[in-house]
């Protein structure tokens, strides 16, 4: 089957990109203290020249919090723009395009992780609901997660979220992507499973749409029609997921309204059994045909669909004019060369090194390289 429709060119809020083989978000925790580091630079670098055509980072945590990944990316200090800037910059110099995914983990953090410590505040979301399951594998004991605080302000997060925006936008980001999905403080807000409150951020559809939509349009005031959100309705991972009709209700009305905002794409998640967790020997996930489910709502803005797609799926998803552009993930880890090998039908074959993909406390950043800069790209 021929992949062409994959190659040619879309405009992306006020940009236009090569193709449609998107890199999706994929975290590598190789920051140390927070601060992108060099390598990163080169990490970027090799995959725009793999022929990425708009690549969105690793998740940005737009505060200090105690995550599962023990070096993720922040955002909130100036030393952090400006190295931010310097992997923007190297990416446009060689005629690619970059958003930056802005990433809150709400109630998936831990208090005992050294950056929550840092940041001297407690794990927040919306209600005081803990998520099932979690890893810490740098804590000792591998604890779980815990019962977050509830936020008594949510206002105080979308004012971090607008911050972050500045600053994305003081880096050089081409745009933003709210990172919407995988059961993060976003999905915490539209999920009646894990927002309990009565106020006017929970309750209804609409309440529980509030949050997302209020932190969308802080975005917009940096970075104007180049503000995309990530979303996941299927659910599964990190405890998510709501009834069928409630799930179709909440996604549906939560995309109607955000695409009346002038987002440049939505990215859509279908659902991935590698994804889906299983609790009391039941899968947690809703599953059923998001793309199908969510694409009739969205008529403004570009449809990306994200989720172990084919290069050949992926081109006749855009030939039917189902979707605009492709997310492609894990591959993209493991091959800087993924639009490059799809164009010429080359197998998508290096095997992935696990033991190194991993960094945990106290490894020096100078071997970080390995396992992330050395897969070798195709003849």
């Known amino acids: 089957m021929s992949v062409e429709a994959l190659f040619t060119p879309v405009q992306i809020g006020d940009v236009t990109v090569k193709n449609r083989v998107h890199m999706s978000a994929l975290t590598r925790n190789r920051a140390p203290n927070t601060v992108p580091y060099d390598l990163m630079k080169e990490y970027y670098v090799q995959?725009?020249?793999?022929?990425?055509?708009?690549?969105?980072?690793?998740?940005?945590?737009?505060?200090?919090?105690?995550?599962?990944?023990?070096?993720?990316?922040?955002?909130?200090?100036?030393?952090?723009?400006?190295?931010?800037?310097?992997?923007?910059?190297?990416?446009?110099?060689?005629?690619?395009?970059?958003?930056?995914?802005?990433?809150?983990?709400?109630?998936?953090?831990?208090?005992?992780?050294?950056?929550?410590?840092?940041?001297?505040?407690?794990?927040?979301?919306?209600?005081?609901?803990?998520?099932?399951?979690?890893?810490?594998?740098?804590?000792?004991?591998?604890?779980?997660?815990v019962t977050p605080t509830a936020i008594d302000d949510p206002t105080v997060l979308i004012e971090q979220f607008r911050q972050a925006g500045i600053n994305a936008k003081k880096a050089g980001f081409d745009g933003v992507?709210?990172?919407?999905?995988?059961?993060?403080?976003?999905?915490?807000?539209?999920?009646?499973?894990?927002?309990?409150?009565?106020?006017?951020?929970?309750?209804?559809?609409?309440?529980?749409?509030?949050?997302?939509?209020?932190?969308?349009?802080?975005?917009?005031?940096?970075?104007?029609?180049?503000?995309?959100?990530?979303?996941?309705?299927?659910?599964?991972?990190?405890?998510?997921?709501?009834?069928?009709?409630?799930?179709?209700?909440?996604?549906?009305?939560?995309?109607?309204?955000?695409?009346?905002?002038?987002?440049?794409?939505?990215?859509?998640?279908?659902?991935?059994?590698?994804?889906?967790?299983?609790?009391?020997?039941?899968?947690?996930?809703?599953?059923?045909?998001?793309?199908?489910?969510?694409?009739?709502?969205?008529?403004?803005?570009?449809v990306v669909l994200n989720g172990d797609l084919s290069g050949e799926e992926a081109a006749s998803l855009i030939s039917s004019g189902k979707i605009d552009a492709a997310a492609f993930g894990f591959v993209w880890v493991t091959h800087p060369d993924v639009a490059n090998r799809i164009k010429a039908g080359k197998p998508l074959s290096n095997p992935p090194n696990f033991p190194l993909m991993q960094i945990g406390e106290g490894e020096d950043p100078k071997n970080w390289g390995t396992g992330y800069l050395d897969y070798p790209a195709s003849e």
């Open 177 to 302: 992507e709210l990172h919407g999905a995988n059961g993060y403080l976003i999905a915490q807000f539209l999920d009646n499973n894990s927002n309990k409150r009565t106020d006017q951020w929970g309750g209804s559809v609409e309440n529980r749409s509030r949050f997302g939509l209020e932190v969308l349009k802080a975005l917009k005031e940096s970075f104007g029609n180049n503000v995309s959100v990530k979303l996941s309705p299927a659910g599964g991972y990190n405890d998510m997921g709501m009834p069928l009709q409630e799930t179709l209700d909440t996604y549906r009305y939560f995309i109607t309204e955000a695409d009346k905002l002038g987002l440049s794409y939505f990215t859509l998640l279908r659902y991935c059994p590698k994804l889906d967790v299983e609790y009391d020997g039941q899968k947690r996930a809703t599953q059923h045909d998001v793309l199908e489910s969510y694409r009739p709502y969205i008529k403004n803005a570009k």
């Open 47 to 145: 995959r725009v020249r793999g022929g990425a055509g708009l690549i969105v980072t690793e998740g940005v945590l737009i505060v200090r919090q105690g995550t599962e990944w023990a070096h993720a990316p922040g955002i909130w200090s100036d030393e952090q723009v400006e190295e931010w800037k310097k992997i923007v910059d190297a990416v446009h110099a060689e005629g690619g395009h970059i958003y930056a995914q802005l990433w809150h983990l709400g109630r998936v953090s831990h208090p005992d992780a050294p950056e929550q410590k840092l940041a001297g505040t407690p794990v927040y979301a919306p209600s005081a609901v803990s998520a099932r399951g979690g890893k810490f594998r740098f804590i000792e004991g591998q604890p779980g997660y």
